[in-house]
């Protein structure tokens, strides 16, 4: 397979010659992926650097355990499986993680919706505002990892509750339940720095 | 709709799992109703914020990704390398090692106390390999009321 020739090439095949030895077989699925894998990394461990290497022992680990990959499956929900657990590991390890205190009223559907007000809608609001992604990047931090992980996949991944059920290792009504928590602290941060 | 179903439907909306024909439903009980329309306007905000806070700050480092294949490909040759490499002590020299310990263990172990003598019989030692495959542990078991010895030697120290 000629390095110009693997741009199109599936996953599947991909794998295939990486586990015969073509390790530019395996680039061309760092290079398909490292992107999308930077931004769930960089999003959990919320510090570029440490998301660098997150990605890149993720990769490495990924090379290793090829031959465990079940052909027929998902690469991308196969790697980012150890993604995920490789930026957990990476963020429990950090100084910036601390014990997160966990609000079940959020798992409650008696839980009474907010008074009206306007939110900020789009990602220009964003980018004209630095304490609006201040207060955003708050919020990401004090969820707790796996509703973290979830919503990251769900929202910025545009990934199915099954797929994530894979890459997570647990069941589609939790993360159901997860994403419903991490959207009401997100969308509660984002109408507090409304209201202030 | 009261305001609880709506606003499991608001959810359903955002992932785009909300049938066709409960829209309209909703759409009327938004009208009527500010706070699941302030509801529906929070959560329908989440998503492409989310997704524009985590692309500005990949954006912040993009350039560097284009060594990503770089890092990967070193952080590939330096586990080869490591497996490759010998240990200065060969692995299983640990077992004769741990052997010996156990026995100048159980030689020296001290004999003014109530306890009855040590009955060598009853002692048993495995070893098994840990997750990391660079750690082995022994397991001295000396039989019932005498402490289990557990040795765990990693990446050639103790």
Redesign the interface.
Known sequence: MTERGKAGVPDDELIRATLGGD?GAF?EL??RY??RA??VA??IVGD?DD??DV???S??KA??KLKEFRFGANFYTWFYRLLVNQAIDRWRKSSRSSEVRFDESWLS??AS???????????E???SSREL?DA??RA?AALPEHHRAV??L???EGMAYEEIAKALDCSVGTVMSR??YA?GK??EA??KHREG | MD??TA??RI?EK??GLLPREAEGELAAHLAAC??????S??????????????????A???P??DA??T???A??EE?REAERRPSWIPRWAWLPAALALAVLALLFYPTGTARSPFNPRSFEVSFEDVESDTATVALVDKGEDLPRVIWIIEDGKT
């Open positions: 390790e680039r760092v290079e490292k992107g930077f931004g960089v999003g570029g998301a660098m990605v890149q022992d990769f490495v090379y290793y559907e008696d919706p907010p008074d009206s007000f306007a939110y900020p809608k789009t990602p609001d964003l980018a992604g955003l990047q990401i919503i990251l769900r929202e910025v994403l419903h959207r997100l969308k984002l109408g | 305001c609880r606003r499991k959810e955002v992932d500010p706070a699941c329309a302030s509801e306007e929070g959560m329908s905000a989440v998503g492409p914020m989310l997704a524009a806070f985590v692309g500005a700050r990949a912040e480092k993009a560097r990704l990503m294949w890092r990967v490909r952080g590939i586990r």
